[in-house]
Each structure stands twice: as structure tokens, then as C-alpha cells.
């Protein structure tokens, strides 16, 4: 637009004339995007189903797509994804227990220094 200004062409002409000419695109000329074909599909199947080792940003880098485009993917496959959940380290009944030991320990052995090591030193 300021092109045209600068040349002393009116705005009306200019808007007139930009509204009546149509722009052909070029074949190719837009933006290239992922698509994901059959055999794509099925490597992304393999990858994901019962597995966890891999996550969608990761996977989405291996095929060059973007995360969501990865969502959708799977979401077409009826695979959905879930975040691995650490199992707790103690149960209830053993954290209890180490409670109860520790207190022991702390009423019989006030002032002692503990060197805890994994190498035993006695026969």
C-alpha cells in the first residue's frame, strides 16, 4: 500500500484494483506439511502401543512433525498416552517399622558418631 501511495496512485484505485485482480499461487509455494501416510502410522503404532519409554516430543522429532500434529496422530490410532507413575519405595506397615528403629537407635546411642558404609570392616 505505501508503494502505491509514495507514487501518488489514490487509495480507491488502489483497494478497487486489489480487490478485483486474483492471485494465483504457485503449486508448492506454501508451507510443506507433515503428513502422516500409512506405513508412518503403523512405525507410530509400534512405537507407542504398551510402551513407555518414548514421549510425544521425542516421537515428534523422529518423524519431523510438530507435537500436535504427533496428539492427533495418535488419537486416530485410539492409542492414548500416559505418564509414568513411580511406585512409592516403602509400604505403609515398613515405614512404621524404620520409624520405630530409628527412634531405638537415637534413645540408646545419644552422642555416638554412626560411620554407615558398605564394606564391612568385622569378622
Request: charged content about 30%.
Amino acid at each position: 500500500m505505501d508503494h502505491f501511495f509514495l507514487k501518488g496512485v489514490p487509495k480507491r484505485i488502489t483497494y478497487n484494483v486489489l480487490k478485483c485482480k486474483r492471485v494465483i499461487r504457485k503449486p508448492g509455494s506454501g508451507k510443506k506439511t507433515p503428513i502422516m501416510n500409512k506405513k508412518g502410522l503403523k512405525r507410530l503404532e509400534r512405537l507407542f502401543k504398551n510402551k513407555d519409554g518414548i514421549s510425544q516430543n521425542e516421537a515428534a522429532k523422529v518423524f519431523e512433525c510438530s507435537q500436535q500434529h504427533m496428539c492427533k496422530s495418535l488419537k486416530k490410532l485410539g492409542i492414548q498416552c500416559w505418564k509414568k507413575q513411580k511406585s512409592p519405595a516403602y509400604t505403609q506397615s515398613e515405614i512404621l517399622r524404620i520409624k520405630a528403629n530409628c527412634c531405638w537407635i537415637t534413645r540408646n546411642y545419644v552422642g555416638k558418631n554412626f560411620i554407615l558404609d558398605d564394606e564391612s570392616y568385622f569378622s
